[in-house]
């Protein structure tokens, strides 16, 4: 028998916001301006693309903890030289781009549920997204989280054990009181394995319309919902 | 001309919340529960007065960073030798005991002071309590953060300056973008001499009725306000 959930914390990018459409409603407005035509959401895809390979160096210890807001405007000067746009923006235009990841839409029932489940339980974020970063895209959805937590918190990233187990410590709290929640399950094998329970939720879209991946759980963790809300009795 | 400030950061135990009352009723209680008749406020004051001595170890390298919550633990039991009290708490006792750090009233203007300033500015703690703790004493006294900051994010406690600086660099502002805002003069030299904006708020009844110290500013602080919800003109 688990205990009571003290704390839940989540992914963000994917579990609670819409990255893919928001990026690419960027990128879109931003080459507008410059009078730029480009298919917007393979931009946007690319420059995610970037994500993973950017934090592995990290992640192997080839270079020290840089916060991801540098890994997004590195990766986005990467795409852009990709799409032979390079020398189209200034720096300060690069950094004003680069900050598109501040202002990612929460899926709907987000904020709702994210306010409910407040009321029983901390709630924060345990993404790779550094505190500078989490704070801002809280203010630009309205998530209300109790805590800032995540990569920043470790100097290091995710799946790396050292993150999920840094969140528990700073709230004070044993692994199996605190429950990761995310839509990729390999988020949850990582959080499984530091002895924190685990709670998936789908976004079967969250890379458009053809997702082959993560469209359901692949192994039994402790809740699998649809809706934030029903994280609730977990806390109970 | 000083730049509009993007972050207001708070000292917590006596700008922000009731340290005194709020721990003598926990102490009150605590006691009465075991049929103890002692002087509360004389009790919490005592307890409180070993918290600079504990954190001095820890600023001069004597002691690594230990979080607050550990220090309240064991100036507890200190406390309690102190008052010829020793053996009347088992450890799980000793740590309920203690908990009531987490739960201080706010100053009544407090928390629809905060809620104001969040609509024009990021809002964190810069205390030395930890992440832990802050969570916990926000989400019983109702303070809307949008992230906890403070000692934890150094791994040092205030004055160090690197704690100062840490909260910058955590939201990715330059320390003259930010406003260190208490109600203890000293807190506000050393935060000056990090480069941050300063903003001092009097609270005359912290110690008490007696209280000598801090009844007003002692240097050009940037801000000098009654309320918090004053010190939105900063961030315009």
């Not at 895209?137 to 054990?161: E, F, R, S």
């Not at 949850?188 to 969250?206: D, K, S």
């Amino acid at each position: 028998m688990k205990p009571k959930v003290e704390a839940f914390i989540f992914d963000v990018f994917g579990t609670l916001v819409d990255w893919r459409y928001s990026i690419a409603r960027s990128a879109e407005e931003t080459f507008s301006n410059k009078g730029i035509d480009i298919d917007a959401t393979a931009f946007a895809d690319y420059w995610r693309g970037q994500y993973d390979p950017a934090m592995a160096r990290i992640r192997t210890g080839n270079r020290g903890y840089v916060a991801l807001d540098v890994l997004h405007y590195e990766n986005l000067v990467a795409t852009l030289a990709h799409f032979d746009l390079a020398g189209h923006f200034s720096e300060p235009e690069l950094w004003q781009f680069s900050s598109a990841w501040e202002r990612l839409d929460p899926w709907p029932e987000v904020v709702d549920g994210l306010t409910h489940l407040k009321q029983r339980a901390i709630i924060a974020p345990c993404s790779n997204g550094s505190i500078a970063l989490m704070t801002r895209l809280a203010k630009y959805g309205g998530l209300p989280w109790d805590c800032i937590l995540g990569a920043d918190i470790a100097g290091n990233y995710k799946p790396q054990p050292e993150v999920y187990q840094a969140c528990c410590s700073a709230l004070r709290l044993s692994p199996d009181q605190v429950m990761m929640v995310a839509c990729h399950n390999k988020d949850l094998i990582a959080a499984r394995a530091a002895g924190l329970q685990t709670g998936f939720i789908p976004r079967p879209t969250e890379h458009g319309p053809d997702q082959s991946i993560d469209l359901g759980p692949e192994a039994d963790w402790e809740a699998v919902v649809d809706r934030i809300s029903d994280l609730s009795r977990w806390a109970e």
